[in-house]
């Protein structure tokens, strides 16, 4: 055992071999050097008498075995002799030396890594993080990670901080230690959060100052929307002849509005920059009756994106969706060196799930490379990129390799991949290779098998007892409503399995799980109104429910009570609810009361014991958010919302759940109604930090952003699924990068075109096409629609065929998929996708 450990040793011997060397091992297991040892199926270390449990739980110590006969000694020191390492992997097929190699790659190296579903992405960015800060003494604050979800940058985070506390605890070593104390100094943040810490430092060369707030511009963007339209109708009809109707039919002009706002944030998603709205995007020409509407929609879609740009720069606020293009505005006018001189310098950038990033993110990445010199580690599967109607492109791993190159930085996207797949059965896998591989020879989906280095077939690493895992039912029914014979006895079943498994796991292991995944919002809570009905317990994860929470629409119920004291419907309101908390007899008996308003008002007053004097005085010299917060702490509205919450699941549920269990659900949603309340006061500070509030304003605030805003997610309790069963319902979409014992689809007759109205762009970012559809009425479009549609049409397949993908592989042991054969005829849809063709 010769030379110098910084991070790893393996050491592939036999039983005898390995006991003779256990001291010089655990030496440097207490070093925090981590040890793989490779030996016979003799070999067991956990009779030897040495303390190992502390170095397995933190992964220090890696004991692999397997029934062979082994002659020689191999030895290999922070992972410098590869060779050596995939000599001894061929012995074991169990050990992941993708995961080795990737992890022990050159410090500086740019590493590109395809890891396809449930191949441990995650675990190998850790590794790797892990590598740079022990062996490589890489200081946190150099590090930035970027991940797609807020979720995701918690997680990695919390994955982070584990491995170092669980090194600590098996070594004592007070470096890792001093690690954690400064692990949030690697900034681990979603694109959008990254962009906006940017914002704030390089901003005032794209006009911003430094407090950048977000707000949303949905009610500016149409008013502007109007103005330009009467300018354009002022102007046009001046020259030629005809009415408004005539110009916009088959439209209301309510209709054009919307429509017009709907292209305009699609120009947005697809991550334009105002120089390529205002100078670049080319409309063409269309066809006879169609010019006016062709040159209204390029008049007004570039008169707000003028009136945006200059809002945005006069207010010092960006919307969440526009913070990259704003970036990319400013690398636009000034390149890389814009980026130098931030506070601090970025060494290694790593970006999670990177095949969601579209054209602009793609840039700011390799401008920031650029910029620092960085390392790459970007990591992600083309399989599984859901996101362009976002402006995703399934081909971000070829764009940044190109763009690279461009500066003479080559990288090898060929040379780093994860295929073992640690969720799903090899079963399961192998029922579902038949369909994934007649994807791929169809071109619907990027699946290759010819070659074995580098195909896409995922190796599993487990194995499952269902003789069935995949089942694939065949019906046809007109609407949604009607599946529910179908649906509904299976999730019954399955649920009922679920729990059965549930109960038989010892105390503290980690429970199973159900999900229904569907591909829309509408079809994910329709089932769950299933489920109800047969009072099973439910997590309806759709999304953007944080304006619509009841934590929020309480509190706007207090804010307008404290702003009409004597209106007795927000009187009611707010006795109805857990700040006002009023004297159910007495609200009762005023059902019935007759008399005069003001009668009325007052007899709502005696039934609660909320102090509207007090408060109205505290609010005549006190900040309001100061008060509203006092009010939260004096009032107790938690206890309230626990208690009505514990009656209201005995009513709801079947009587499988016990008291014990209906008690830890409510305090759960006791704990993200908190969490929530909490979440909406830093959401009115940063609307609010610039100036001075009122309740008005924030009464106003709440109103808009209860009617419209559908982006915020409600806050989410950590470790709520761990003793309670609930069925998962949610989208594909939404489920991406999670993982179920059992996955439900029972949706599948979707059309992936559809004849709505819409805007499409070809690869360059010029070319315009656009459709305005209106049942009963002819279509109106251009004639760039014409040429680019068709190839639209092919991409939507393609990423339907993609979603679905990502939909099956979440299943962990078991997947059931319901066939409706109702558009199979005339339409693509995932019901065609699942025939039988072998």
């Known amino acids: ?26 030496g440097l297991l207490t070093k925090g050097v981590k040890v793989l040892l490779f030996s016979d199926s003799n070999f067991e270390i956990l009779s030897t008498g040495y303390n190992v449990e502390k170095f397995l739980r933190a992964k220090l110590l890696q004991i692999h075995k397997e029934d062979i006969t082994i002659t020689e000694v191999l030895e290999v020191i922070d992972g410098q002799s590869l060779d050596i390492i995939e000599h001894i992997a061929k012995s074991f097929p169990q050990f992941n030396v993708e995961q080795f190699v990737i992890e022990h790659a050159p410090f500086d190296e740019n590493i590109m890594v ?3 579903a449930g191949t441990g992405k995650t675990t190998v ?6 590598y740079l800060l022990l062996a490589v003494k890489l200081k946190p604050a150099e590090i930035v ?37 400064h692990l949030a100094d690697i900034r681990i943040q979603t694109i959008h959060s990254f962009s906006k810490s940017l914002l704030k430092e390089v901003g005032s060369l794209g006009g911003f100052g430094l407090n950048v707030a977000l707000r949303s511009f949905k009610q500016e963007k149409k008013t502007w929307i109007e103005e330009g339209l009467n300018r354009f109708f002022e102007e046009e009809l001046s020259q030629a002849s005809g009415t408004i109707e005539t110009l916009i039919s088959p439209l209301k ?36 009756g169609n010019q006016r509407m062709n040159n209204l929609l390029q008049t007004v879609i570039r008169d707000v994106e003028h009136h945006f740009q200059e809002e945005k720069n006069q207010l010092n606020a960006v919307t969440m969706s526009d913070l990259t293009r704003q970036i990319d505005d400013i690398r636009e006018k000034h390149g890389a060196t814009a980026f130098e001189n931030l506070s601090q310098p970025i060494s290694h950038l790593f970006v ?69 797949n640690y969720r799903t059965t090899k079963q399961l896998l192998e029922q579902m290779d038949t369909y994934f591989s007649t994807w791929g020879e169809k071109g619907y989906l990027d699946y290759n098998v010819d070659d074995e280095e580098s195909s896409d077939r995922l190796v599993g690493m487990r194995t499952g007892e269902e003789e069935e895992p995949l089942r694939i039912e065949t019906k046809r029914e007109e609407t949604k409503t009607n599946m529910r014979t179908h649906i509904l006895p299976r999730l019954v079943d399955c649920f009922k399995g679920i729990v059965e498994i549930n109960q038989s796991k010892p105390e503290g292991e980690k429970r199973e799980k159900l999900a229904v995944l569907t591909r829309t919002i509408e079809e994910a809570r329709l089932v769950d109104e299933w489920c109800r009905g047969q009072k099973l317990l439910t997590k309806l994860e759709v999304g953007g429910g944080f304006y619509t929470s009841k934590a929020v629409r309480h509190f706007h119920s207090l804010v307008l009570a ?31 009361r007759k008399g005069s308003q003001e009668d009325a008002v007052n007899k709502l007053k005696e039934a609660t014991t909320f102090p509207f004097d007090r408060y109205h005085r505290l609010l005549t010299y006190q900040p309001v958010l100061s008060v509203l917060r006092t009010i939260i702490e004096e009032r107790q509205p938690y206890n309230w919302i626990y208690s009505r919450r514990v009656d209201e699941l005995s009513k709801l549920l079947s009587d499988d759940y016990t008291p014990m269990k209906l008690q830890k659900q409510a305090i759960n949603d006791t704990k993200k109604y908190q969490l929530n309340v909490g979440k909406l006061f830093e959401k009115l500070h940063q609307a609010f930090s610039a100036e001075f509030v009122s309740l008005q304003k924030i009464e106003s605030w709440l109103r808009v952003q209860i009617a419209t805003n559908r982006d915020e997610e409600e806050m989410t309790v950590e470790g709520m699924d761990t003793e309670i069963d609930h069925v998962h319902i949610l989208t ?27 805007i499409i762009f070809d690869d360059n970012r010029e070319k315009v096409g656009w459709l305005i559809n209106k049942q009963g009425y002819e279509e109106r479009k251009n004639e760039y629609f014409e040429l680019l549609n068709p190839q639209d049409d092919t991409e939507s397949i393609q990423e339907e065929t993609r979603l679905l993908y990502v939909a099956m592989t979440r299943a962990k042991n078991e997947l059931i998929i319901i066939r409706n054969l109702k558009n199979d005829n005339y339409n693509m849809t995932w019901s065609k996708l699942l025939r039988k063709t072998r």
């Open 253 to 288: 002009l309510y209709e054009l509005i919307d429509t017009i706002y709907d292209f305009s944030e699609k120009f947005e998603q697809k991550g334009f920059s105002t120089t390529e709205i205002l100078e670049k995007t080319d409309f063409g020409k269309a066809t006879i």
């Open 732 to 758: 594909a979409h939404r489920a991406k990068g999670l993982e179920y014992h059992t996955v439900i689809i029972p949706y599948t007759e979707r059309p992936f075109t559809t004849s709505f109205s819409k």
């Open 1 to 26: 055992m010769n030379g110098t450990f910084q991070y790893s040793y393996v050491l592939y011997a036999n039983n005898n071999f390995i006991n003779e060397k256990l001291d010089e091992i655990f």
């Open 562 to 592: 404290l702003l009409y004291p004597s209106d007795g419907k927000y009187l009611s309101n707010l006795l109805d609810g857990p700040y006002g908390q009023g004297k159910e007899y007495l609200l009762h008996d005023l059902v019935n």
């Open 114 to 116: 395809k890891a396809g």
């Open 352 to 420: 999670d799930e990177f095949q969601d990033s579209d054209d602009i993110q793609i840039r700011l990445i390799a401008t920031i490379q650029e910029a620092f010199t960085a390392s790459l580690f970007v990591v992600g599967d083309i399989k599984q990129s859901i996101y362009r109607f976002r402006g995703a492109k399934h081909t971000a791993f070829k764009i940044l390799k190109e763009k690279l190159e461009q500066r003479d930085i080559f990288i090898d996207d060929d040379k780093y991949f994860l295929k073992k």
């Open 145 to 181: 990670m970027i991940t797609f979800t807020r979720e995701a940058s918690r997680n990695m985070y919390n994955k982070l901080r584990e491995s170092l506390f669980f090194r600590f605890q098996a070594t004592g070593n007070q470096d890792i230690l001093r690690l954690i104390e």
């Open 125 to 130: 960015m850790i590794e790797r993080i892990l």
